[in-house]
Each structure stands twice: as structure tokens, then as C-alpha cells.
Nanobody, 127 residues
Framework: QVQLVESGGGLVQAGGSLRLSCEVSGRSISSLTMAWFRQAPGKEREFVAAMKKIGGTSYNLDSVKGRFTVSRDNGKNTWHVQMNRLNPEDTAVYFC????????????????????WGQGTQVTVSS
């Protein structure tokens, strides 16, 4: 059974940075398609970014606009998102997700692509 545990969330001032991590257990991260989603209060969960098993990334350009960068550490079986120039609109619970399939890029943004989810970590950006 694959388990995902997020960490790194917290309170940060606007303009600051945070790095979220997702520790994966139960399967090698190199065999998984990984993603980050987020859910702000009163809103639906939103795709942030994803990386395919063999590389190739996809970002929700409308929301992250080049401020976020994802990476994976196969040796440590962890998945990260570096978030820079944060603003209050980035306030949300951030979720790590993993999928066992090899999806095409166009479906990376859909929750149904992913088989496993973490519990989420809260990110709060103050103005």
C-alpha cells in the first residue's frame, strides 16, 4: 500500500518562500506519476503541478505562473514543490498525489488520474 505524507507547510509572509515535501512509502517514487493539488477555503481542489514517471512536468500556469518548481528525489523517495513569491491567494491545503499509470500530459490535471493521496499540509500566506 502506497502512503504519502506531506510536510513543510506553515505561515509565511507575502513574497516569501516555502518548500513542501511528500514522503512516499510502499513503492518506489520512480514508478509513480506525482502531483501537487491544493484546496483553498470554500473552493474546489485545484491542480498545481505534476511530473511523469520518466520526467516531463506540467504546471497550472494560471495559478503558479512560474513561481513554483517541482522535483523528485528518487534516492530519498520524496517529492517536492518549491514555492516562491507567495501571495495570499496561495493560501490552501496542499495535497500530494501519486498515480501508478502512465498518463498523457493532458490528463495530469485531473484528480481521477491519481490513485493515492496524502492528508495535506496547510500553507497560509499573510499579506
Amino acid at each position: 500500500q502506497v502512503q504519502l505524507v506531506e510536510s513543510g507547510g506553515g505561515l509565511v509572509q507575502a513574497g516569501g518562500s516555502l518548500r513542501l515535501s511528500c514522503e512516499v512509502s510502499g513503492r518506489s517514487i520512480s514508478s509513480l506519476t506525482m502531483a501537487w493539488f491544493r484546496q483553498a477555503p470554500g473552493k474546489e481542489r485545484e491542480f498545481v503541478a505534476a511530473m511523469k514517471k520518466i520526467g516531463g512536468t506540467s504546471y497550472n500556469l494560471d495559478s503558479v505562473k512560474g513561481r513554483f518548481t517541482v522535483s523528485r528525489d528518487n534516492g530519498k523517495n520524496t517529492w517536492h514543490v518549491q514555492m516562491n513569491r507567495l501571495n495570499p491567494e496561495d493560501t490552501a491545503v496542499y495535497f500530494c498525489a501519486a498515480g501508478v499509470g502512465g498518463p498523457i500530459t493532458s490528463v495530469l490535471r485531473y484528480e481521477s488520474t491519481y490513485d493515492y493521496w496524502g492528508q495535506g499540509t496547510q500553507v497560509t500566506v499573510s499579506s
